[in-house]
């Protein structure tokens, strides 16, 4: 399966779980968003077992997406995951920074782990090339892809134009042609990029002069478990990190099943109406007092408040919302996150699916 593939389904709701297997990494990058180091407390496994073992062959997500950190700090836990999650029918993807990737060999647990994979997405970028060089990653790429899995490119940097980037592409490219889908994104301030200060980065929320459109937000697709536990119904940082307002938490995953944060994806009415018509449009309908310049923090600001739960009510009860949401779920698949909207077309490199094209 190619990354575009994945992609198709990204704003589809609950069709893809986040599981964040650590906090803890042993790089050291300049732009981590969660400041990972290995100091920080470690995950609790049980709650990410548990809800694992909630899958069926009847109900699961399609995709179950293992992050952290770095997941293969954990390779007992992620073979266990990644094999359970599997056995009800999921599709497994993993991303790494590839840590073990310049030692002589990969250590026997790791590549256990590793052969449980469907697909990797390894971060390559100027902030990983001390520690894990290019070319050792260009061969790690080459060996899971002759192993029969997936693989794809997570890459970061200034925008277009910037070196690291050109060069990196150019030698995928070189190496692989279409077979390695490349994911370009943006610096963002978060973690230790917001430390960065001399670098441009790419802020989150709308421009605060835009018009209150309705914009859907497909953040809220897919679920995630962070690593304290908690399941929130949101995948940006800040949330992930705990910020979350009480509209996009779902719960602790030690106590829900599956088919119980399917549910809250799908069905409340505050998720589906963010993830069609966007807070900013929410909050313009049931409490204007509320708007903010940008979508996320609009969105922090509108939970609990009973004139946007009742407009939320009232935008999803609509007879035409189904195919709203149909329309919106097949825009967001050419819209990634953060992404340069130049080089979006190489996230779909090798299939059918139109390549993105920049708007203005």
């Known amino acids: 399966m190619r990354m575009s593939d994945i992609l198709q389904w990204r704003a589809t709701p609950a069709a893809g779980l986040y599981l964040h297997v650590t906090r803890r990494c042993p790089l050291s990058c300049g732009h981590c968003s969660m400041r990972s180091t290995m100091h920080l407390a470690e995950t609790d496994p049980a709650p990410l077992r548990s809800l694992v073992d909630s899958f069926t062959a009847d109900d699961h997500p399609r995709f179950v997406c293992l992050t952290g950190g770095e997941p293969l700090l954990r390779p007992g836990l992620v073979r266990s995951l990644s094999s359970t999650a599997k056995r009800a029918g999921s599709y497994v993807v993993m991303a790494t920074g590839g840590f073990f990737i310049s030692k002589p060999t990969v250590p026997p647990a790791i590549d256990d782990a590793l052969r449980t994979i469907d697909h990797v997405v390894l971060s390559m970028d100027a902030f990983h090339e001390p520690e894990v060089p290019r070319h050792l990653s260009i061969e790690f790429l080459r060996t899971v892809l002759d192993r029969g899995q997936g693989a794809s490119v997570q890459l970061v940097g200034t925008g277009p134009a910037d070196p690291y980037v050109v060069a990196t592409i150019e030698d995928l490219r070189r190496a692989f042609g279409d077979q390695v889908a490349i ?178």
């Open 183 to 360: 994911l370009v994104g943006t610096l963002v301030p978060v973690g230790r990029g917001a430390d960065l200060g001399t670098v441009r980065l790419v802020e989150r929320d709308d421009d605060p002069s835009a018009t209150v459109a309705a914009q859907g937000c497909p953040m809220l697709s897919w679920p995630v478990v962070t690593d304290d536990g908690s399941v929130v119904a949101c995948c940006d940082q800040h949330v992930v990190d705990g910020a979350a307002a009480p509209h996009l938490r779902i719960g602790a995953a030690a106590q829900l099943t599956w088919p119980e944060i399917r549910a809250f994806v799908e069905q409340r009415p505050m998720s589906r109406a963010i993830r069609v018509f966007g807070p900013r449009y929410l909050a313009a309908k049931g409490a204007p007092e509320l708007l903010q310049p940008g979508a996320c923090s609009t969105c922090h600001a509108v939970g609990g408040h009973d004139g946007v739960d009742a407009a939320a009510a009232e935008l999803v009860s609509s007879p035409t919302l189904s195919l709203i949401e149909g329309v919106v779920q097949r825009d967001a698949i050419t819209r990634l996150p953060n992404g340069v909207p130049e080089l979006a077309h190489l996230a779909f490199a090798g299939t059918a699916v139109a390549a993105p094209r920049r708007r203005g």
